[in-house]
């Protein structure tokens, strides 16, 4: 009988300890894509949440050999794909899957994957608060042959509050405890609903009315030092820029090397696009302010010499 108990009570840790080392990974995970996620959402309006749910449960929190192996976190099979290829068994024996040289890549293609195909098209008339209408909605329309694949997406999210990264500001540095340092509690005033991470640096998204002198003072910011964070020696300011909180960093994000320009686009307003320094733009592209690109071109983000 003691022999048996003891032996219960060793399978139950055994259980308990397997369960916290599950837990660990997958904190792990959203710690390490959280800020490519809330980009993403930024960029093409897809929630965070589902993209950090889905590649929670695509890639088994980044251990997967599809993970491991080829960088691709959502199961992506070839279809179209150019790049290169990873093979496997999955539902069928030795299908192609999409194989990515960085992590990041594989974040970035799923997005442009969705917004790509005309049946996903439905999601992005949904809020991007409405986790659960697009995760039913990736079900609907193919994503997974899982008819579970909804409610286990839900069940991520609400389990580790993943929603929250849906709208970024306060809320999202208050539980993440990444409040930038040079930045007072930009949460509590009338721009913290206009805070968004882009190349994991906040900055708001200017809406018509906005000025740099009401940013800086609400978020208790140096005027002249909020214009030396975005380039500006004046005060000038378009609706839908980003005005950054805090330094731009040298180069645009990983999976982000250019930019195709469209019309009325300026090198500054893309500098600004993607949370990079004008000049380090400017010198990418050999190119001076007085220069105007031109639609249709292509702007490095990341340097010609030093891409990845």
């Keep these: 009988m003691g022999r048996r108990i003891f032996t219960s009570i060793v399978l139950v840790c055994l259980a308990l300890s397997l369960c916290q080392a599950q837990t660990d990974k997958r904190k792990a995970f959203i710690r390490k894509y959280r800020n490519i996620a809330i980009e993403e959402m930024d960029r093409t309006g897809i929630p965070a949440s589902i993209t950090l749910a889905q590649g929670i449960l695509e890639s088994a929190d980044g251990t997967s050999e599809l993970a491991r192996m080829a960088k691709n976190f959502f199961g992506i099979k070839c279809h179209d794909w150019q790049g290169a290829t990873y093979v496997m068994d ?18 970035v293609d799923h997005s442009d994957f969705l917004v790509s195909r005309s049946h996903y098209a439905p999601l992005f008339k949904l809020s991007k608060t409405d986790y659960k209408g697009w995760a039913k909605g990736l079900k609907k329309a193919g994503y997974a042959t899982d008819p579970n694949y909804a409610q286990r997406l839900i069940q991520i999210i609400e389990d580790e509050q993943l929603y929250i990264y849906d709208k970024p500001g306060k809320r999202y540095s208050r539980i993440v405890g990444e409040v930038t340092s040079s930045i007072q509690d930009y949460g509590d005033n009338a721009y913290s609903e206009q805070v968004i991470y882009v190349n994991k640096i906040p900055c708001v998204k200017t809406k018509s009315g906005d000025t740099f002198e009401a940013i800086a003072a609400a978020c208790g910011i140096p005027l002249k030092r909020l214009l030396r964070y975005n380039d500006k020696n004046e005060t000038s300011i378009r609706p839908g820029m980003h005005v950054f ?6 180069k645009a994000a990983r999976g982000y090397r250019f930019h195709k320009v469209k019309a009325g686009e300026t090198m500054y307003w893309i500098a600004q696009m993607y949370g990079i320094k004008f000049n380090k733009l400017l010198q990418y592209n050999y190119m001076t302010v007085e220069d105007i690109p031109q639609p249709g071109e292509l702007i490095s983000l990341r340097g010609a010499a030093k891409l990845f």
């Excluded at 024996?93 to 990041?104: D, P």
């Excluded at 909180?245 to 040298?250: A, E, M, Y």
Aim: aromatic share 16%.
């Design 90 to 107: 999955d539902d069928k024996k030795n299908e192609c899957f999409r194989k990515y040289r960085y992590a990041e890549e594989s974040w």
């Design 245 to 250: 909180l805090s330094n731009k960093k040298n």
